[in-house]
């Protein structure tokens, strides 16, 4: 019997194995503090009093209150406008009593108008029904105004951050492996 030789050769390649753990990132905000005041705005408002002007002078001079001149002043007046009317009618008495001519007897009507002729003096002055005089003048408002502040105010807060690392590790699953074996083989087979 003859035997062959027979060379058998295995190998196994190797395996590397990889672990992770992932890392983290933990963050965390705390609200800050946050104040805000305002002053109080401040309004001055001064208002001057208005001017009112009443005349009653013509009121009270309808009403013979004017005061001693201006009734003086005003019997001057008069007088002198009577007396100017009675220069007139006399030079009209005197054309009258001149017409002769026209057989006309004027004494008798004359006398008659003497008797009812009355003189009028006006010691009043003209009534109506405005004669008070009213006059207003207002004043502007001063206003002034002083605006409050305001204040603010903020502590901010710093975040925490927290970090754990993360982690790569290697290892070897599988060795590598070369086996080499030698048989002999029967021919015949």
């Known amino acids: 019997m003859s035997l062959l030789p027979r060379l058998e050769i295995r190998q ?11 890392a983290q990132l933990e963050i965390q905000q705390f609200m800050g503090e946050q104040s805000v005041r305002q002053e109080s705005a401040k309004l001055d408002i001064h208002s001057p009093e208005g001017s009112l002007t009443i005349d009653s002078t013509r009121a009270r001079d309808a009403y013979v209150l004017g005061g001693v001149f201006l ?8 007088s002198y406008k009577q007396s100017v009317e009675a220069i007139g009618k006399i030079a009209q008495k005197g054309n009258r009593l001149a017409a002769i001519h026209l057989n006309q007897n004027p004494i008798p009507e004359m006398a008659e108008e003497a008797l009812f002729e009355q003189s009028h003096i006006k010691y009043a002055g003209e009534a109506g029904i405005d004669n008070v005089d009213i006059s207003y003048q207002p004043q502007k408002p001063v206003i002034e105004i002083e605006m409050g502040e305001v204040i603010h105010q903020y502590i901010p807060r710093k975040p ?23 048989h002999t083989v029967d021919k015949k087979v």
């Open 12 to 22: 196994t390649f190797a395996k590397i194995g990889v672990e992770t753990k992932r």
């Open 71 to 78: 009734l003086n002043s005003r019997i001057a007046s008069e």
């Open 160 to 182: 925490e951050i927290k970090y754990n690392k993360g982690m790569i590790e290697f290892y070897l699953r599988v060795k590598n492996q070369i086996h080499v074996k030698f």
